[in-house]
């Protein structure tokens, strides 16, 4: 993790310059929701709401917010196990992520396909996967079928460190990079792949010095800058747009909880999480607003209140809503 206390972080004021006043607020917003989102989950599991398992995204909320502002409404987005933040940041409805995770029928997988297996098409969202590095040649695959049809459209991949070790980050690189594909590849380095840190099994210290190696650019960004995020997937997706080809971003992140619900993170410290946590990209925004003059502690106020009623309004859909009806081959289309 010292590659991550080794960031120099943009200053609160200079995040909000970057962004302008709207996008600031709006990205603001969007963070309350997801952390809002995903913090009301690990309490709905203890209560026995919800089944099985999910991974959290809490202190990761502006990577998945930056790089959704960095693309259009019509971009295309890939995502992993660690989704949520991912699908409400692309516009996803709160209600029915919850329903799915609830496994209720109103749920954007009929409740048939939980935390990890959740997709949008009418909204760019090509589905969340539960397969290390899964979501990756599927944007690979769907960066090509747009540029076969002449759409000018750009896929994003969002996955993680532990992805990068395998062998589908090698094979969907090199093909992108041989035949410039609309693509941009967002690796989420969060410092650890379950309880592994990354430096166990990474021979260099940034997975974006990679990107040459498959003749694409390689660009490391501060995880927790909202704005760094917005600016290197922005630039990504217009060198895309221009068919200049792909990029490797790696933007150096860390979860704030553990990898999934039970996880008691044994293997890290207390004053490794407290140093990370004060990097919380939240708060950084939140006190940028503040010094521009930009939001009063009223905004906030009601920025958190719109959060807590909006996740409120997904769990009351959720608790109402029916049960999947039908065989459990329904919707299978293999055998």
Known sequence: MDAVRALNPTTAASEVDRLGRDL?????RRMVLIRTFEERIFDLFGQGWIRGTS?????????????C???????????????????????????????????????????????????CYEIGFLGSNGITGGGIPIATGAALANLMQGLDRV?????????????????????????RLPVIYLCENNGYAMSTPASQV????????????????????????????RDSVREAAERARAGAGPTLIEAKTYRFMGHSKGD??????????????????????????????????????????????????AVQFAQESPDPVGGLDEGVFAE
């Not at 062998?167 to 041989?178: D, I, K, P, V, Y």
């Not at 995880?223 to 995020?229: D, I, K, P, Q, Y």
């Not at 207390?270 to 009223?298: K, M, N, S, T, W």
């Open 55 to 67: 991974h959290m995204c809490v202190g990761q909320e502006a990577v998945a917010v930056g790089a």
């Open 155 to 179: 896929v994003l991949c969002f996955f993680g460190d532990g992805a990068s070790a395998q062998g589908t980050f090698h094979e969907s690189l090199n093909m992108a990079g041989l035949w």
């Open 69 to 119: 502002a960095g693309l259009r409404p019509e971009d295309q987005v890939t995502s992993n196990h660690r989704g949520h933040g991912h699908f409400l940041a692309k516009g996803g409805d709160p209600k029915r992520i919850m329903a799915e995770l609830f496994g209720k029928a109103t749920g954007y997988a009929a409740g048939r396909g939980g935390s990890q297996h959740m997709a």
């Open 264 to 313: 008691p993170c044994h293997y890290r410290t207390r004053e490794e999480e407290a140093a990370h946590r004060a990097l919380c990209p939240i708060a950084r925004l939140r006190q940028g607003l503040i010094v521009a003059g930009i939001a009063d502690q009223d905004w906030l106020d009601d920025a958190a209140a719109w959060a807590s009623a909006e996740v409120d309004a």
């Open 202 to 229: 990474s021979a260099i210290a940034n997975i974006g010095d990679r990107g040459p190696a498959y003749a694409m650019p390689g660009v490391v960004v501060d995880g927790f800058s909202v704005a760094a995020v």
């Open 24 to 28: 600031a607020m709006d990205a603001y």
